[in-house]
């Protein structure tokens, strides 16, 4: 089970951090990996790592701007959001899996969504 938390209202230029609990079993060598929703678009990748190493991927629309890491010892997965803009307003669902860490299809376990909206 996942459990997505830390969004809300923040202007353009600001900054939020979402967090993402794991519970109820291991997820050992699995992609952690956060996407987004607007409404009326598909669901986009935004940042995924593992528990087990330290690499992290991104999608080209945040890089440089959020930032994904992980605290094994909470079984807890952050989303660091810097340099927030409008275009940023999106659910933002976070996910495990295994597989290709960009694609959807990887994630069988979905958390929540929770909201974030950018105000310009």
């Known amino acids: 089970q996942l459990q997505a938390s830390g969004g809300g209202l923040v202007q353009a230029g600001g900054s939020l951090r979402l967090s993402c609990t794991a519970s109820?079993?291991?997820?050992?060598?699995?992609?952690m990996a956060w996407f987004r929703q607007a409404p009326g678009r598909e669901r986009e990748f935004v940042a995924g790592?593992?528990?087990?190493?330290?690499?992290?991927y991104y999608g080209d629309s945040v890089k440089g701007r959020f930032t994904i890491s992980r605290d094994a010892a909470k079984n807890t997965v952050y989303l660091q959001m810097n340099s927030l803009k409008p275009e940023d307003t999106a659910v933002y669902f976070c996910?495990?899996?295994?597989?290709?860490?960009?694609?959807?299809?990887?994630?069988?376990?979905w958390g929540q969504g929770t909201l974030v909206t950018v105000s310009s």
């Open positions: 996910a495990s899996g295994l597989g290709t860490v960009q694609a959807t299809s990887t994630y069988k376990s």
């Open positions: 109820g079993r291991s997820f050992g060598s699995y992609y």
């Open positions: 790592t593992r528990w087990t190493d330290t690499v992290t």
